[in-house]
């Protein structure tokens, strides 16, 4: 059972190079959603999306863009990276309940370094 | 942008002690409030989801409980164990967004 898979584990970029983090689930879970994660601060959210043409912004958007054309798969690109955006960032996905989404299945994090 | 705060920030105890840690949050536009368990080098696992004023839930040795109109909730392990050794995150959440605390680190010590 796959859960919710993320790639690449770990990333070296220049400054300005773009990329895109894949992430996938298997759960048939309508709710997906991006983290980062930073020294001395908890979880912030960067975009969600609540169902395949459906997205919206977090705590913190700026610097990245996603997309949600399956229910599978919820790509978040960097279209032109900086230092700042140096970061482990977490996918994650949920069913949907009548009070906002379920408990969060987190895939195993990728690790992204902008020189 | 909500502030959740957790308390301790680290917490070492004897294996067998109980122990427990306080997560606060704001009590405007509450949903739910998780926690979760984040061991090292793996990606956090849900624990509890709490929705309702005064909610208890337990999983084996791990209990928590929930008082939405103080906005806080507190997690209760009894008789630690090497393995509780982990960071416990707490989250609330207002519909379709999520705001996590920066956790706190428990160490149990055999």
């Given at each position: 059972n796959a859960g919710v898979t993320q790639t690449p584990k770990f990333q070296v970029l220049k400054t300005g190079q773009s990329m895109t983090l894949q992430c996938a689930q298997?759960?048939?879970?309508e709710y997906m959603s991006w983290y980062r994660q930073d020294p001395?601060?908890?979880?912030?959210?960067i975009h969600y999306s609540v169902g395949a043409g459906i997205t919206d912004q977090g705590e913190v958007p700026n610097g990245y863009n996603v997309s949600r054309s399956t229910t599978e798969d919820f790509p978040l690109r960097l279209l032109s990276a900086a230092p700042s955006q140096t970061s482990v960032y977490f996918c994650a996905s949920s069913s949907r309940r009548v009070r906002g989404p379920g408990e969060l299945f987190f895939g195993e994090g990728s690790r992204l370094t902008v020189l | 942008i909500l502030n959740v705060e957790q308390s301790p920030q680290s917490l070492h105890v004897q294996e067998g002690d109980s122990t427990n840690f306080t997560c606060s949050f704001p009590s405007s536009n509450f949903y739910a409030l998780h926690w979760y368990r984040w061991e090292t080098a793996k990606s956090p696992e849900a624990l509890f989801v709490m929705t309702l004023n005064g909610d208890e839930k337990k999983k084996g040795r791990i209990s928590a409980t929930l008082n939405t109109k103080e906005g806080y909730s507190y997690l209760y392990i009894k008789g630690s164990q090497p393995e509780d050794s982990a960071t416990y995150l707490c989250a609330q959440n207002t519909g379709n967004q999520f705001y996590f605390g920066t956790g706190t680190s428990l160490t149990v010590i055999p």
């Open positions: 298997d759960m048939n879970h001395g601060m908890g979880l912030r959210l | -």
